[in-house]
């Protein structure tokens, strides 16, 4: 599957990992003991495209597909997982539904600033009381006049301090359950808008995650994504695209795991010799080499899938799945071959355990992919 990327995938995939090993890594310390907002590394990443790769060129995007998106973030990740999943959340999950969903004017008021990094999206769809039951929705949407008042609250929200826009997911039909759920457009400023805490996180520290407050929040009729009704419908779709992006992340994380416990075993001395001739450590790294291979192909069959237009549910799931269990297992065994060094903040293996186990939570855990899973091979 190397053999088959084109030789403009190899300079995009060379060229995001040079801009991350320059103007992310110097800095990735700072960032996660501070929770500080990486925002010296999202105006190179603007100017390289990063922020509309998926978004196509009418609306100012780069016009890449998703091959493209795969290797960007899995090269972000290799070096910050935060900013990774800053670029993921803002493409994958606000710009795309926005793409997907939104009609004409509204894709061409908010994709341009979107794209071109000049604005931050965010992507709102848990609640404190619905997180894998996503269709618990209880924020509520009511007609109001000639537009909408929204009223309730959401939790985890990537980016959600810093957007510019919002979708947020609110119930305007409480009698159809799922179908009753619609998408809406939040733009900051709005009345009644603002974002709640930010939450105080284990790992991925620079990345901002937050909770998002809407108390008598009043919208235009415009403000509606798509079809009332359709939003949870909706947001089902925009998860197969998110979930391949933290499939990527994943990926990036486990081989800069790998990479820091490979250098490490190699420099590292025990009995006068490197602990990577030990038969030991030299398996570690074999499995974690080769679970990190499967893992990327995993990713790249379900973004190929989606480039194609054809259904990923159970690509993305199954990449999803896989990769974020390779990256809390290889994040750990890192740890293990860096032994006490692993535990503390002066070597990287620490950070990228801290930072492992949101893959198999964000965009639904690793549970609930395999629920996904099933239902797909079971299907008559």
Same mark, same amino acid.
């Given at each position: 599957?190397?053999? $088959?990327?084109?030789? *403009?995938?190899?300079?995009?995939?060379?060229?995001?990992? !040079?801009?991350?090993?320059?103007?992310?890594?110097?800095?990735?310390?700072?960032?996660?003991?501070?929770?500080?907002w990486?925002?010296?590394?999202?105006?190179?990443?603007?100017?390289?495209?990063?922020?509309?790769?998926?978004?196509? $060129?009418?609306?100012?995007?780069?016009?890449?597909?998703?091959?493209?998106?795969?290797?960007?973030? *899995?090269?972000?990740?290799?070096?910050d997982?935060?900013?990774?999943?800053?670029? +993921?959340?803002?493409?994958?999950?606000?710009?795309?539904? &926005?793409?997907q969903?939104?009609? !004409?004017?509204?894709?061409?008021?908010?994709?341009?600033?979107? +794209?071109?990094?000049?604005?931050?999206?965010?992507?709102?769809?848990?609640?404190?009381?619905?997180?894998?039951? $996503?269709?618990g929705t209880?924020?509520?949407?009511?007609?109001?006049?000639?537009?909408?008042?929204?009223?309730?609250?959401?939790?985890?929200t990537?980016?959600?301090?810093?957007?510019?826009?919002?979708?947020?997911?609110?119930?305007?039909?409480?009698?159809?359950?799922?179908?009753?759920?619609?998408?809406?457009?939040?733009?900051? /400023?709005?009345?009644g808008?603002r974002?709640?805490?930010? *939450?105080? #996180?284990?790992?991925?520290?620079?990345?901002?995650?937050?909770?998002?407050?809407f108390?008598?929040?009043?919208?235009?009729?415009?403000?509606?994504?798509? =079809?009332?009704?359709?939003?949870? &419908?909706?947001?089902?779709?925009?998860?197969?695209?998110?979930? &391949?992006?933290?499939?990527?992340?994943?990926?990036?994380?486990?081989?800069?795991?790998?990479?820091?416990?490979?250098d490490?075993?190699?420099?590292?001395?025990?009995?006068?010799?490197? &602990?990577?001739?030990?038969?030991?450590?030299q398996?570690?790294?074999?499995?974690?080499?080769?679970?990190? =291979?499967?893992?990327?192909?995993?990713?790249?069959?379900a973004?190929?899938? #989606?480039?194609?237009?054809?259904?990923?549910?159970?690509? $993305?799931?199954?990449?999803?799945?896989?990769? @974020? !269990?390779?990256?809390?297992?290889?994040?750990?065994?890192?740890?293990?071959i860096?032994?006490?060094? @692993?535990?503390?903040?002066?070597?990287?293996?620490? #950070?990228f355990?801290?930072?492992?186990?949101?893959c198999?939570? /964000?965009?639904?855990?690793?549970?609930?992919?395999?629920?996904?899973?099933?239902?797909?091979?079971?299907?008559?």
């Open positions: 599957m190397e053999q $088959a990327l084109t030789a *403009e995938q190899r300079q995009l995939r060379q060229s995001v990992r !040079e801009l991350a090993e320059r103007e992310i890594r110097p800095h990735l310390m700072r960032w996660d003991e501070a929770q500080a990486p925002q010296e590394a999202l105006a190179p990443l603007s100017r390289m495209g990063c922020m509309g790769m998926i978004v196509p $060129a009418e609306y100012g995007g780069a016009g890449m597909g998703y091959i493209e998106y795969a290797l960007a973030i *899995e090269e972000l990740a290799r070096v997982p935060s900013v990774a999943l800053i670029v +993921a959340a803002h493409n994958s999950l606000c710009s795309n539904h &926005i793409l969903a939104g009609n !004409e004017a509204q894709k061409r008021r908010f994709l341009p600033p979107l +794209a071109a990094g000049e604005w931050i999206g965010c992507w709102s769809l848990t609640e404190p009381g619905a997180g894998s039951d $996503a269709a209880r924020t509520r949407a009511q007609r109001c006049g000639d537009g909408w008042r929204l009223d309730g609250a959401k939790t985890f990537s980016n959600g301090a810093h957007a510019q826009v919002c979708v947020a997911m609110a119930v305007t039909d409480p009698e159809r359950g799922k179908h009753g759920i619609s998408a809406f457009l939040v733009e900051r /400023g709005a009345p808008f974002p709640g805490r930010k *939450e105080n #996180k284990l790992g991925m520290r620079a990345s901002d995650t937050s909770e998002m407050i108390e008598d929040c009043r919208l235009p009729a415009g403000a509606l994504l798509g =079809a009332e009704g359709e939003g949870f &419908i909706d947001a089902l779709k925009i998860l197969d695209g998110g979930r &391949i992006s933290i499939a990527a992340l994943a990926v990036g994380l486990a081989q800069g795991a790998f990479e820091t416990a490979r490490y075993a190699l420099e590292r001395r025990q009995f006068g010799r490197p &602990i990577a001739e030990f038969q030991a450590i398996w570690k790294l074999a499995n974690m080499a080769t679970e990190i =291979a499967a893992s990327r192909l995993l990713v790249w069959q973004a190929a899938l #989606k480039d194609r237009g054809e259904p990923a549910t159970l690509a $993305a799931a199954m990449a999803k799945l896989k990769a @974020g !269990e390779v990256a809390v297992e290889t994040a750990r065994e890192g740890v293990q860096h032994g006490g060094y @692993g535990f503390i903040k002066d070597y990287p293996a620490e #950070k355990y801290r930072d492992a186990p949101l198999t939570i /964000g965009e639904g855990t690793s549970e609930i992919q395999r629920l996904l899973i099933a239902r797909e091979v079971l299907k008559a």
